[in-house]
């Protein structure tokens, strides 16, 4: 009667032993959470240290004005008083075109084992401004007075500009100044322009070359009534962010380049330019969140990547225990459960081999060392243990073939899904086929 039970305890043991080798995974799974915390305040300390990530809004034509308001009042007795009062304030305009093109250089910097990069671009903005007569004021323009116009350039930090930032208009160079001298523009640039007769309109043509530092995104607010934007780069694996995605892309092993192009009917950018009134205006908040840009953070890290490997770590030691009981089963051979239960060490050791080589020689390399390594000693393991140097190759055939297709899985971002449910699909299909013919109540095979 006993031995009717022996394959429901034999496989309730294995079971228990796949549990509880799932508290080692656990805490290699907490060892990456970990090492993936330190690499980000590393790249944190590198933008604080440097730049972070950078936006470019502008640039805006600010000018400042007084204007004299008389109102009537009235003083205690009801006779009305003409009372006169001066508020200050200033006009933004928004360029007629604005062209950007950059080049996006990445470089890495180290701090011990972990790196971060960082961008370097040089841009051009090109474009114009199509300036109404008195700025576009059209009522009781004698009320008004002017200041001196100046040209705003907003850079989410300043810090990452190069040297040597100059306007070109109208063929004359003009150095921009510290700060964006506008409350639209949290930090800038300025530089003033030179007054002209108010009352005509006037054209005014600006070329700006800047150089720029950042870690992360780079980023453009498209400013101009037409606005389009150019940005190459030798970064492989862009991801392109923000509020529009570009017309044209082309990404290649060497770089990519990507196109944009809008307009102020897409954008709405004059609208909520006119209803920012203070920086933390709702309408400055929403003038702010319309960019779009291109992210430099790598997509699938070795972090990422173990951290998935690390989930499909009770399929591996599950998949494992099952051929080591189909042999038992196929074989008429007996494996003790302390020879299962080292096995599923020697699986979980796999991990964090491969968390740890990753750091030094890259997640490929590690993958193939750590993998090798395993499979070696489980190779030589598991021959000893059948007492067949044939099956123990063939086991670790296999074994290495499991491994070949999780590499596979970990590398392919938009498929992991569905090769992870046919790689499960298949084995079981290979297990079912394989045991068609086992009676499991007395563990033997049919002929």
């Known amino acids: 009667m006993l031995h009717r039970f022996l394959p429901v305890l034999k496989i309730a043991a294995i079971l228990f032993l796949t549990v509880l080798l ?4 656990a805490r290699v799974r907490g060892l990456i959470q970990e090492r993936q ?3 980000d305040n590393v790249l944190e300390d590198v933008a604080r240290s440097d730049a972070y990530a950078q936006t470019l809004t502008g640039p805006l034509l600010i000018v400042p004005y007084t204007r004299t308001l008389r109102e009537t009042e009235y003083d205690r007795d009801q006779r009305p008083v003409t009372v006169t009062r001066e508020v200050s304030d200033e006009l933004r305009l928004l360029p007629e075109l604005l062209d950007v093109a950059g080049q996006l250089a990445t470089e890495e910097r180290k701090r011990g084992i972990y790196r971060a990069r960082v961008y370097r671009a040089d841009a051009q ?3 114009h401004f199509e300036i109404p007569a008195n700025y576009g004021v059209t009522e009781d323009v004698e009320s008004y007075r002017f200041g001196e116009p100046h040209l705003a350039l907003g850079i989410s930090d300043i810090r990452g500009i190069g040297n040597g930032l100059t306007l070109r208009t109208d063929g004359v160079d003009v150095p921009f100044q510290p700060g964006a001298a506008t409350s639209v523009l949290p930090s800038g640039v300025h530089t003033p322009l030179q007054s002209a007769d108010v009352t005509l309109p ?4 600006y070329e700006i070359a800047l ?3 950042g870690t992360g995104e780079f980023n453009v607010t498209p400013v101009g009534r037409e606005t389009n934007v150019r940005l190459d780069s030798d970064w492989p694996h862009p991801a392109f962010v923000g509020e529009y995605l570009p017309r044209q892309r082309d990404i290649s092993s060497s770089g990519f380049a990507a196109q944009w192009q809008t307009s102020f009917f897409a954008t709405n950018l004059h609208e909520l330019l006119t209803r920012c009134a203070e920086p933390g205006a709702e309408g400055c908040q929403a003038f702010h969140s319309r960019h779009f840009g291109v992210s430099f953070v790598d997509p699938v890290d070795h972090y990422l990547k173990s951290e998935r490997a690390a989930k499909y770590a009770f399929l591996f030691i599950g998949l494992t225990f099952a051929g080591f009981f189909l042999t038992e089963v196929l074989r008429r051979v007996s494996v003790h459960p302390v020879q299962y239960g080292l ?9 964090l081999l491969l968390l740890s080589f990753s750091e030094h020689i890259g997640f490929a390399g590690a993958y193939a060392v750590s993998a090798a390594a395993c499979v070696g000693l489980i190779t030589f393991y598991v021959g000893h243990v059948l007492d067949s140097h ?7 055939v296999g074994l290495a073939s499991l491994y070949g297709l999780l590499y596979g899985i970990l590398s392919s971002e938009d498929y992991a899904l569905l090769m992870g449910s046919l790689l499960v699909f298949g084995l079981l299909a290979a297990v079912m086929v394989l045991t068609r013919r086992v009676s499991w109540s007395g563990m033997e095979v049919s002929r």
């Open 202 to 205: 006037q054209r005014m043509n």
């Open 125 to 127: 903005l090109t474009g």
């Open 37 to 39: 915390s330190l690499r």
């Open 343 to 351: 096995v599923g060490l020697a699986l979980a050791m796999f991990f």
């Open 211 to 213: 150089m720029l530092t």
């Open 22 to 25: 799932l508290l080692p995974m």
């Open 390 to 396: 044939a099956q123990g190759l063939g086991f670790g």
